[in-house]
Nanobody
Framework: VQLQASGGGVVQAGGSLRLTCAAS????????MAWFRQAPGQERELVTR????????EYADSVKGRFTFIRDNAKDTLYLQMNSLKPEDTAIYYC????????????WGQGTLVTVSS
């Protein structure tokens, strides 16, 4: 599966952005999906992940209540709705996929930059 992330940009603190991850090559219903982010000088971290059906989602404590992971299997598209953005949310955001039986996210999009100004 190939993944293409988009939707990043510059937003003021308190604002909202919606990131999109479009998949091609294989249907995303075959995969567990996730969003990761990497801030400058920091390690990549898991933001949120969901199983193949979207029935089981997990969020990092830092984004709970502010971010929502939406997967549309019919359109092979993922969304990350980000509300109440904070300067510490500034990072490159990546969508990723793994087979349900695997522990490794083997498929990655190219990343999209989100900058939150104070």
């Amino acid at each position: 599966v190939q993944l293409q992330a988009s939707g990043g940009g510059v937003v003021q603190a308190g604002g909202s952005l919606r990131l999109t991850c479009a998949a091609s090559g294989r249907q995303i219903v075959l995969y567990d999906m996730a969003w990761f982010r990497q801030a400058p000088g920091q390690e990549r971290e898991l933001v949120t992940r969901t199983n193949w059906s979207g029935s089981n989602s997990e969020y990092a404590d830092s984004v709970k209540g502010r971010f929502t992971f939406i997967r549309d299997n019919a359109k092979d598209t993922l969304y990350l709705q980000m509300n109440s953005l904070k300067p510490e949310d500034t990072a490159i955001y990546y969508c990723a996929a793994k087979r349900s039986m695997s522990d490794v996210y083997a498929y990655w999009g190219q990343g999209t930059l989100v900058t939150v100004s104070s």
